[in-house]
């Protein structure tokens, strides 16, 4: 069977080095598109991205069809480098429109139970204001002029895998981070990793959903390590521990463990959005400490002195719990490896 997001493998690509060069020389998107050997997709989004809005917006660039195939496109290519698509595109999470009102009612019929005339008892999945709100996570990442601008399969593989990286991460921490709150339920794991799962278990489980599981890489370690009977969990991208997907994510904080009911969590992603810098001053750290909040003297790079480019690829996507119980967190984890005898 045919691919249908073939046509677009190669779309994402094509704009970042299209842009780069718009950037560069000053020319306009449309006459670059005419002039280089891109894909016909690519060249449709250059010349329609005029005027009224622009790619680095991924609420407008979403408006383009062959902009939200090329998205989804990439997306999936991600694989399993973002537990929050790969969820999402494996249908564990539920899909749900964004800025729309999801709030559901579900009643289990059972025949003789409720008898004529008598009120039948439903359940409820509500949000904050019955609206699957939007947000933005932004991936940024600085490569050499050079590396961008190269037409070869090797620079365009190298750069497609740092674009997924950034893109997955941005994801998992922009994702996870609103699911996870204050008044998530929350365990200090022990030595005892039996007793430390059924607590997750006791919390998240209905017997009415979906249940997944996220861990940080470290906890995919000692996971992939427990070599009990309870699962073959890999210790990178999505597999299986319990009978139940398991999927590791470089945006969760170390030594933590997450299960979560699918079926209660409300999720999408709509579209991606490409911006272009050549004269950027950005500091070249994990954990940046020159912000708006609280402003400290720090060392710049200039993208322009050092012949750089930075690419910020935005993704609009949406998140949340329907119910306080759908998520349930375990940190501290540093179980020891099962030795079997």
């Not at 280089?36 to 979403?62: C, E, H, M, N």
């Not at 210790?235 to 969760?252: D, I, M, Q, R």
């Amino acid at each position: 069977m045919q691919n249908p997001h073939a046509e677009y493998a190669g779309t994402l690509l094509a704009l970042v080095r299209a842009l780069a060069i718009a950037e560069k020389t000053g020319e306009t998107t449309s006459d670059i598109a005419d002039r280089l050997r891109i894909p016909a997709p690519a060249q449709r989004i250059l010349k329609a991205a005029v005027g009224a809005g622009t790619l680095a917006d991924p609420s407008w660039a979403g408006q383009l069809a062959d902009m939200q195939a090329a998205s989804s496109a990439f997306l999936q290519a991600l694989g399993g480098r973002s537990a929050f698509a790969s969820l999402l595109d494996q249908a564990v999470l539920t899909r749900a429109p964004i800025r729309s009102r999801v709030g559901a009612f579900s009643e289990g019929v059972i025949a003789d139970v409720t008898g004529d005339g008598e009120a039948r008892p439903v359940s409820r999945m509500t949000l904050n204001g019955d609206q699957l709100q939007p947000q933005q996570a932004d991936a940024i990442i600085v490569l050499s002029r050079e590396i961008i601008e190269n037409s070869s399969a090797a620079a365009q593989a190298f750069l497609s895998r740092q674009l997924r990286r950034a893109v997955a991460k941005a994801l998992d921490v922009g994702a996870l981070s609103t699911l996870i709150t204050s008044t998530t339920p929350s365990f200090a794991a022990t030595d005892n990793h039996a007793a430390d799962l059924k607590r997750l278990l006791d919390a998240v489980n209905s017997g009415e959903g979906r249940l997944c599981w996220i861990a940080s890489p470290d906890t995919a370690n000692s996971i992939a390590l427990l070599n009990d009977g309870r699962g073959s969990a890999s210790p990178e991208g999505v597999s299986e521990f319990l009978n139940l997907p398991f999927a590791v994510s470089a945006g969760v904080s170390p030594g933590t463990l997450i299960l979560l009911d699918g079926d209660r969590i409300l999720a999408d992603i709509e579209s991606l959005g490409i911006d272009i810098s050549r004269h950027a001053a950005l500091e070249m750290n994990d954990a940046p400490t020159n912000s708006a909040v609280t402003p400290t003297a720090t060392n710049l790079v200039s993208l322009w002195q050092t012949n750089a480019v930075a690419i910020k690829v935005s993704a609009l996507f949406g998140v949340a719990a329907g119910t306080p119980d759908a998520i349930a967190v375990l940190t501290g984890v540093e179980w020891p490896p099962v030795v079997s005898g």
